[in-house]
């Protein structure tokens, strides 16, 4: 099956800084590659998603990109805010999908 | 969070109980899944249905069994509770097939369940 693979599992940065978490995936037929936002007590939240007929996409503040050749894909967030803090977590599929295991992002005032 | 709900919110049961989570939405969605979520595991799918009377197996299904009569609700049952199905349950739905945009899945906000 899928195994996706998140880094770092835990970031910091100073507000008005760039975060850049990433992910790779194993299975070549994935060909969808969802972000979400999870804080806390609260489910996951789908911030971006990309398909794999795409190989950047960008959403004001946040972009994804992805690399089909080299099996990852990444997501940036510019301009980091303290509402930026929370878990996020990367995700590769099609009907099913499978997720990376999170990274905490703390943005620091 | 796109007319999902969970109940319950929060259980706390003893070892050998059986428990019944359960999911409902209103967006009349085909696809529905059951997740858990534990620390350093990210979430893992237990089980999903794609129908009335349509269910299948995820990654981590023994110990859990699903059904689903009304296309509204998605039960999750735990037989026979043991300690290692303390997690947090999430449900999702996603729309259609993949593809043209039906693959996205959109989440409840949670379970937190307890076995003692």
């Known amino acids: 099956g899928e195994n996706v693979e998140q880094h770092p599992s835990t970031l910091s940065v100073q507000e008005g800084d760039s975060a850049v978490i990433k992910c790779t995936y194993s299975d070549s037929a994935s060909n969808y590659f969802p972000w979400y936002k999870q804080e806390l007590g609260k489910g996951p939240q789908l911030i971006i998603d990309i398909r794999s007929n795409v190989g950047e996409k960008k959403d004001q503040r946040i972009a994804v990109t992805l690399n089909k050749t080299a099996k990852h894909f990444s997501l940036h967030i510019t301009e980091t805010q303290p509402e930026d803090s929370a878990v996020y977590f990367c995700a590769a599929g099609a009907n099913n999908l499978f997720f990376g295991t999170g990274t905490r992002l703390t943005v620091i005032p | ?116």
């Open chain 2, 1 to 116: 969070d796109a007319g999902i709900t969970q109940s319950p919110r929060h259980k706390v049961t003893e070892t050998g109980t059986p428990v019944t989570l359960r999911c409902h939405q209103t967006e009349n969605h085909r696809y529905m899944y059951w997740y858990r979520q534990d620390p350093g595991h990210g979430l893992r799918l237990i089980h999903y249905s794609y129908g009335v009377k349509d269910t299948d197996k995820g990654e981590v299904s023994d110990g859990y069994s699903v059904s689903r009569s009304k296309t509204e609700d998605f039960l999750l049952t735990l037989e026979s509770a043991t300690s290692s199905q303390t997690s947090v349950y999430f449900c999702a739905i996603r729309p259609g097939l993949a593809g043209g945009g039906q693959e996205t899945q959109y989440f409840g906000p949670g379970t937190r369940l307890l076995v003692l």
